[in-house]
């Protein structure tokens, strides 16, 4: 499913975001960088040891939750990383939801900063991190779609989701922007 807005697109697919061919792929990080399971770790596996040597160097304390930093892709086919620190799920009412979003931002903005015209994003907090499906794809959805109405850029926003559960409740929101 896409949807156009202006020159830009976003879009949804199912499958693995280490496959991507774009400019960046997100990462669902945590605020150490120390790596870890879920999409985390599928990167780090990919894209091979340079991830690691990056963040150690460039970011020794981390990257605090709600924002995001940017390394090389190694083997990736993609030519950048953003490393994006969701919040942990913790009842709703502790700003997760201000957090969710600015670490999405930081990643369009990241797209700004190194010119990248396409970026594809997991759904960040929703693994691990327990975020509810439904709501983080509110935000996600939301945050892209404000920025390329605001920016005109990047002009492609690919969500890659992992599960049929994750698919349908991006496209149920997805479809509600279009009505
Ligand atoms: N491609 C796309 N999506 C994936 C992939 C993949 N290869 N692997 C997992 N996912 C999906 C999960 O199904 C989930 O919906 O990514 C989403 C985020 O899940 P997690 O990877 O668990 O990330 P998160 O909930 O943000 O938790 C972050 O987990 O791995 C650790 O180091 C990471 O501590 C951090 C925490």
């Known amino acids: 499913m896409l949807v156009q807005f202006g020159d830009c697109r976003i879009e949804l697919c199912q499958g693995d975001i280490t496959e991507q061919e774009v400019d960046a792929i997100a ?4 605020d150490l960088l120390a790596g870890g399971g879920g999409v985390d770790g599928a990167i780090h596996r990919v894209a ?6 990056e963040t150690r160097t460039l970011y020794p304390d981390g990257c605090p939750t ?8 190694g083997r990736l086919k993609a030519k950048y990383v953003f490393h994006a620190v969701g919040p942990i799920w913790d009842g709703g009412q502790q700003g997760e939801a201000k957090l969710l979003e600015s670490a999405y931002r930081t990643c369009l903005e ?22 509810p499906m439904d709501l983080a794809a509110e935000i996600a959805l939301n945050v892209a779609r404000n920025f390329v109405v ?9 969500f890659v989701l992992f599960s049929d559960g994750a698919s349908g409740a991006f496209a149920r929101v997805l479809e509600s922007m279009t009505e």
């Open 66 to 73: 709600g924002s995001a930093v940017a390394t090389t892709g």
């Open 48 to 53: 091979g040891p340079t991830l690691m040597n």
């Open 150 to 158: 605001e920016y005109n850029s990047p002009k492609l926003i690919r």
């Open 110 to 131: 990241l797209c700004r900063e190194h010119n990248c015209d396409s970026v594809a994003f997991p759904a960040i907090s929703t693994g691990v991190y327990g975020y």
């Open 27 to 30: 990462n669902a990080a945590n």
